[in-house]
């Protein structure tokens, strides 16, 4: 069972920045294939922010292009999320999510507020 443990959330003003991690471990860490980040405002659906490959294929969402940038530890088993610019419409808890396709992992989620 692979867990997912999220760290660097918090408070930021607009403008500011604010690095995500998340490292996996357990058995099937080794075969993790993509891990990402998700993220969850109040009353909104959680939406695909950015993700990787264990190739380094990065995909990110419209909304945060030219703004974030995700990476890979060199252990493979951790992916950061680099935030930049942030807007307080990036307000959510941001999800881990790794794994590969049919056996997909999810972390417990860390709280992101943005003020003006």
């Known amino acids: 069972q692979v867990q997912l443990v999220e760290s660097g959330g918090g408070l930021v003003q607009a403008g500011e920045s604010l690095s995500l991690s998340c490292a996996a471990s357990?058995?099937?860490?080794?075969?993790?294939?993509?891990m990402g980040w998700y993220r969850q405002a109040p009353g909104k659906q959680r939406e695909l922010v950015a993700e990787?490959?264990?190739?380094?294929?990065?995909n990110l969402a419209d909304f945060v292009k030219g703004r974030f940038a995700i990476s890979r530890g060199n252990a493979k088993n951790t992916v950061y999320l680099q935030m930049n610019s942030l807007k307080t419409e990036d307000t959510a808890v941001y999800y881990c999510?790794?794994?590969?396709?049919?056996?997909?992992?999810w972390g417990q989620g860390t709280q992101v507020t943005v003020s003006s």
């Open positions: 357990g058995a099937g860490s080794e075969r993790i294939f993509l």
């Open positions: 990787i490959t264990s190739g380094g294929s990065t």
């Open positions: 999510k790794a794994g590969r396709p049919g056996r997909w992992y």
